[in-house]
Antibody, heavy 117, light 110 residues
Framework: QVQLQESGPGLVKSSETLSLTCTVSGGSISSDWWTWIRQPPGKGLEWIAYMYYSGSTNYNPSLNSRATISIDTSKNQFSLKLISVIAADTAVYYC???????????WGQGTMVTVSS | QSALTQPPSASGSPGQSVTISCTGTSSDIGNYNFVSWYQQHPGTAPKLILYEVFKRPSGVPDRFSGSKSGNTASLTVSGLQAEDEADYYCTSYAGNNNYVFGTGTKVTVL
């Protein structure tokens, strides 16, 4: 079955760029929608960005164009870059598969990213 | 867009039912039948339990049911079990390729 695994630095300095990768195993990334969602400590969920494998992308407007999602079909991975990070970007970051109609049906385990000053 | 509004907490005894509301606006819940619900146990990733308001993914017990009326969606957990104690989040499509999540509800099994 399809599994997702996030990877990337757990600590990022304020004003720098957060970069995460999600590796898809047990299936091909060349189908479906792929999403990044985050959860600040003790708080609720917030969607960041999602894209179709063919390249169509969509972003949460609240992030003010700081996020970029991309896909590498050759590696079966998709990635997130978040520029100019601030303390409020500290969160558990999840990658997930799915879209608004079928829901996010498969999730990675999540990776904690702390923004330090 | 603003987060969907959920009650912070809900509770029930084993075997009872608990219903969680998720209130949005005519721009999200009221305009689309794309509401999904997630269950999250502490320290774990959320799990999809309902999509398109009332549809259950394979493997989700039929104790979990969903409905929608106007701008409010609801999740009902019938026959509460200890393992149902978790946080629950709703989400809705909000148009213009945007989603919005709910504020989350902590369900306690007494």
């Amino acid at each position: 079955q399809v599994q997702l695994q996030e990877s990337g630095p757990g600590l990022v300095k304020s004003s720098e760029t957060l970069s995460l990768t999600c590796t898809v195993s047990g299936g091909s990334i060349s189908s479906d929608w792929w999403t990044w969602i985050r959860q600040p400590p003790g708080k609720g969920l917030e969607w960041i960005a999602y894209m179709y494998y063919s390249g169509s992308t969509n972003y949460n407007p609240s992030l003010n164009s700081r996020a970029t999602i991309s896909i590498d079909t050759s590696k079966n991975q998709f990635s997130l870059k978040l520029i100019s990070v601030i303390a409020a970007d500290t969160a558990v970051y999840y990658c997930a598969r799915g879209d608004y109609s079928d829901g996010f049906d498969i999730w990675g385990q999540g990776t904690m990213v702390t923004v330090s000053s | 867009q603003s987060a969907l509004t959920q009650p912070p907490s809900a509770s029930g005894s084993p075997g009872q039912s608990v219903t969680i509301s998720c209130t949005g606006t005519s721009s999200d819940i009221g305009n689309y039948n794309f509401v999904s619900w997630y269950q999250q146990h502490p320290g774990t990733a959320p799990k999809l339990i309902l999509y398109e308001v009332f549809k259950r993914p394979s493997g989700v017990p039929d104790r979990f049911s969903g409905s929608k009326s106007g701008n409010t969606a609801s999740l009902t957990v019938s026959g509460l079990q200890a393992e149902d104690e978790a946080d629950y989040y709703c989400t809705s499509y909000a148009g213009n390729n945007n989603y919005v999540f709910g504020t989350g509800t902590k369900v306690t099994v007494l």
